[in-house]
C-alpha cells in the first residue's frame, strides 16, 4: 500500500453509529497498512461545555498513528465529515451569529495551537465543503467567517498547506478564500428517489476541473473523499448484507478505486473504514480484501 497516495477517513461518531470501539477501529486500520489518515476535531466532543476543553480522544488518535509511522490531514472548524455534517455545540448555536464566529475562531485558534507542533500532521482541512447547504443539519454559510478563519490558520501556522473542499462533487473556486489544496469527493452509487444511481460526474469530468483548477490558481487538486460505503435508503448499520452489497458490492469497490485513479489527484482519501471493521467482525472480509485488492492495482496501475 502506498502510504501517500492512498488513504483512509477516520471517525469516532461514525465507530459509535455501528457500536465499534473507536479505539480498535482504528488500530484495525493501521493493521491494514493504512499510513495516511483524515481525522476529526469535531467542536461539540471537545468543547461540549463553553470553555471546558478536552482533547484525551484526539490526544490519543494522534499518538497512536505516530507511533505507527503515519502521517495525518487534520479537519478543523465547525462543519467536518460524518452526520450531522455541522457539529456546532449546543451552546454556541444557541448564540448570536456575530457570538458563535468569535467562540468558532478561538476553537480552531486552540486546536491549530495544541497539534502545530505535531510532525504527523502534514497539512490542515478547513471546514467540509464549506458551502454545501442542502446536506447536513444546522448549516450556515458565511464566506467573510470563512475568509477569516483561513487567514487565522495561515497566521497560527504558516508552514503547513490548507485544503478545502467548498463543494462536492462540482465547481471550481473562484472566489476567496483560495486554500493550498483543493479537495473533491467522488461519489458514483447514490440513492435517489427509491432507486440507485450512477453518478453522470465520470473521471473526465473531475480531470478538467483539476486542469481548471490549475490553471486558474496553479493549486494542486485531491481526492479527499472517495465512495468506499454504501448509500442506501437508510443508514448503513440498519441494512441487510443484501441491501449494502445493492450500493457497495466488491465489484463496486473494485469500480470506485479504479475510476478515481484515473482522475490522477493525488492523494485519495477513501470513505468507509468503520464499515469495513464492522463487516469484519460479522466474520465477512470479502469488503477489506476488495479494498485491499483495489489499491494494489491502483498502485500498480499508477
Not at 504527523?120 to 450556515?140: M, V
Amino acid at each position: 500500500m502506498s502510504v501517500e497516495q492512498l488513504g483512509v477517513s477516520f471517525s469516532v461518531k461514525q465507530c459509535r453509529n455501528f457500536g465499534l470501539d473507536p479505539d480498535e477501529t482504528l488500530q484495525w486500520l493501521i493493521a491494514q497498512g493504512f499510513r495516511r489518515f483524515r481525522l476529526m476535531s469535531y467542536w461539540n466532543e471537545h468543547e461540549r461545555l463553553e470553555g471546558q476543553l478536552g482533547f484525551a480522544v484526539l490526544d490519543r488518535q494522534i499518538d497512536v498513528i505516530e507511533k505507527s509511522g503515519g502521517e495525518i490531514t487534520l479537519c478543523l472548524g465547525a462543519r467536518q465529515p460524518r452526520w450531522p455534517e455541522n457539529h456546532w455545540p449546543g451552546w454556541a448555536w444557541l448564540a448570536t451569529p456575530e457570538r458563535r464566529g468569535e467562540a468558532l475562531l478561538a476553537y480552531v485558534e486552540t486546536v491549530v495551537n495544541r497539534y502545530k507542533n505535531r510532525a504527523c500532521i502534514t497539512s490542515w482541512q478547513l471546514e467540509n465543503e464549506a458551502l454545501l447547504t442542502n446536506f447536513g443539519e444546522r448549516s450556515e454559510v458565511d464566506r467573510l467567517r470563512l475568509r477569516a478563519e483561513l487567514e487565522l490558520v495561515k497566521r497560527l501556522d504558516p508552514k503547513r498547506r490548507i485544503a478545502m473542499t467548498t463543494s462536492t462533487s462540482w465547481g471550481i473556486p473562484i472566489r476567496k478564500p483560495i486554500p493550498d489544496i483543493v479537495g473533491f469527493s467522488f461519489y458514483h452509487t447514490l440513492y435517489q428517489n427509491g432507486r440507485y444511481k450512477h453518478s453522470l460526474m465520470y473521471p473526465w469530468f473531475h480531470r478538467l476541473r483539476k486542469y481548471a483548477i490549475r490553471a486558474v490558481h496553479q493549486k494542486p487538486v485531491f481526492v479527499h473523499e472517495l465512495q468506499l460505503e454504501p448509500w442506501g435508503p437508510t443508514a448503513i448499520w440498519k441494512m441487510d448484507t443484501a441491501e449494502q452489497d445493492a450500493s457497495m458490492s466488491t465489484e463496486a469497490i473494485a469500480r470506485n478505486l479504479k475510476l478515481a485513479g484515473r482522475i490522477k489527484a493525488w492523494p485519495i482519501d477513501l470513505w468507509g473504514g468503520e464499515w469495513w471493521y464492522w463487516r469484519h467482525l460479522q466474520g465477512d472480509d470479502s469488503i477489506i480484501d476488495a479494498v485491499k485488492t483495489g489499491i494494489t492495482e491502483v498502485n500498480q496501475a499508477y
